[in-house]
Nanobody
Framework: QVQLVESGGGLVQPGGSLRLSCTAS????????IGWFRQPPGQDREFIAG????????FYVDLVKGRFTMSRDNAKNTVYLQMNSLKPEDTAVYFC?????????????WGQGTQVTVSS
């Protein structure tokens, strides 16, 4: 199973930006679609964005559409989540996960998560 490590989280002011990374330990990473999820305090984990194996297709939920952008560099076994115009309600632990395909997403391998806190 692919091992995933998220990084790039931290404390940022409202309106600021962060770029999260999701790095895999195996070269088979390039064959998987990747999803980003988040879990706000006291809430369930929710899907927010996905990218197919080639990087040609992405999908975003309405809450983040226009503010967040996914990309991937398969040569580096890494997927990115660029987050702009951050809001306090974006505060959550962010996770990435693999799926055999983007749609439907069937996510199985998960990272440990990275904390994002948006606060002034």
């Amino acid at each position: 199973q692919v091992q995933l490590v998220e990084s790039g989280g931290g404390l940022v002011q409202p309106g600021g930006s962060l770029r999260l990374s999701c790095t895999a330990s195996e070269r088979t990473f390039s064959t998987y679609a990747i999803g980003w999820f988040r879990q706000p305090p006291g809430q369930d984990r929710e899907f927010i964005a996905g990218i197919d194996a080639s990087g040609d297709e992405t999908f975003y939920v309405d809450l983040v559409k226009g503010r967040f952008t996914m990309s991937r560099d398969n040569a580096k076994n890494t997927v990115y989540l660029q987050m702009n115009s951050l809001k306090p309600e974006d505060t959550a632990v962010y996770f990435c996960a693999t799926s055999p395909q983007l749609n439907p997403g069937t996510y199985d391998a998960w990272g440990q998560g990275t904390q994002v806190t948006v606060s002034s």
